[in-house]
Nanobody
Framework: VQLQASGGGLVQAGGSLRVSCVASGRTFSRYSMGWFRQAPGKERDFVAAIRWSGGFTYYADSVKGRFTISRDNAKNTVYLQMNSLKPGDTAVYYC???????????????????WGQGTLVTVSS
């Protein structure tokens, strides 16, 4: 599986941005997908995840109510819509995939099988 993230850029605080991640392969519908982010000098943190079935979504407390994860299985794509962005959201955003997957494990980086290359989101104050 290859994951290609895109859509990062520079945005002012309070603005919006949507990042996307396209997956290769024919079995996208069986992947749970996650977004993580890593700021300079910090660990890679969970942002959001969407389960392979049922449309269940999971969010870090820091982004609840501001970010929305969604997927389009016909396009092998997962999206992260980011609204009301803050300077603290500045990071490289990575997408990741996991075959199937359930609940809380989707919040742990170690649970994922494949990772994209990351896309930089910079929020200016």
């Amino acid at each position: 599986v290859q994951l290609q993230a895109s859509g990062g850029g520079l945005v002012q605080a309070g603005g919006s941005l949507r990042v996307s991640c396209v997956a290769s392969g024919r079995t996208f519908s069986r992947y749970s997908m996650g977004w993580f982010r890593q700021a300079p000098g910090k660990e890679r943190d969970f942002v959001a995840a969407i389960r392979w079935s049922g449309g269940f979504t999971y969010y870090a407390d820091s982004v609840k109510g501001r970010f929305t994860i969604s997927r389009d299985n016909a396009k092998n794509t997962v999206y992260l819509q980011m609204n009301s962005l803050k300077p603290g959201d500045t990071a490289v955003y990575y997408c990741a995939s996991k075959d199937y997957g359930l609940g809380d494990e989707l919040q742990r980086p170690i649970a994922y099988d494949y990772w994209g290359q990351g896309t930089l989101v910079t929020v200016s104050s």
